[in-house]
């Protein structure tokens, strides 16, 4: 692989990367779902200091309901902050940082979840697009608070 080869893939992958936040944030699931491999593996730990997930889900069709729960928050903003990669041909793996915020709207009341998230990723190339095949959602900390509307 040259160099030139190299940073393309880089370009690639932080680009996945920040699809899949769009996404999130845009709340188009069947675009998110996208993004992944048919046989994908994603996994979702809620405290990242337990060595079982909270819940695993297999293949792009069970990504679904876990996408489309976005939709309960008045508004999402995923930050994608620095990150690690490693790439070995059509196969790569690599960690990734993420302060996520959650606005719930209730009324007259408002409260924001603050998420620091890091995703552990494997990464292929297939047809010359890089997917998805595993995704490991690792919350570090969650503060929530009560939030007042601008």
């Avoid at 030139?4 to 999130?24: M, N």
């Avoid at 993004?35 to 405290?47: A, I, P, Q, R």
């Avoid at 997930?53 to 069970?62: F, I, K, V």
Wanted: aromatic share 10%; charged share 25%.
């Amino acid at each position: 692989m040259t160099k030139q080869d190299e940073a393309a893939d880089r370009i690639a992958i932080r680009e996945l990367v920040d699809a899949y936040a769009h996404c999130a944030d845009r709340r188009q699931a069947e675009g998110q779902m996208a993004l992944f491999t048919e046989d994908t593996n994603f996994e979702v730990f809620m405290d990242s200091s337990k060595p079982e997930p909270t819940y695993a889900l297999h293949g792009r069709a069970a990504l679904a309901p876990i996408f489309e729960a976005l939709r309960q928050y008045q508004a999402t903003t995923h930050f994608n902050g620095q990150s690690t990669l490693r790439i070995n041909g059509d196969r790569a793996t690599g960690e990734s940082y993420c302060i996520a915020h959650h606005l719930t709207v209730d009324g007259d009341q408002q409260t924001l979840m603050v998420a620091s998230i890091r995703y552990l990723d494997q990464f292929v190339k297939q047809g010359g697009r890089w997917l998805f095949s595993e995704r490991k959602l690792m919350v570090d900390w969650t503060d929530t608070r009560n939030s007042v509307s601008a």
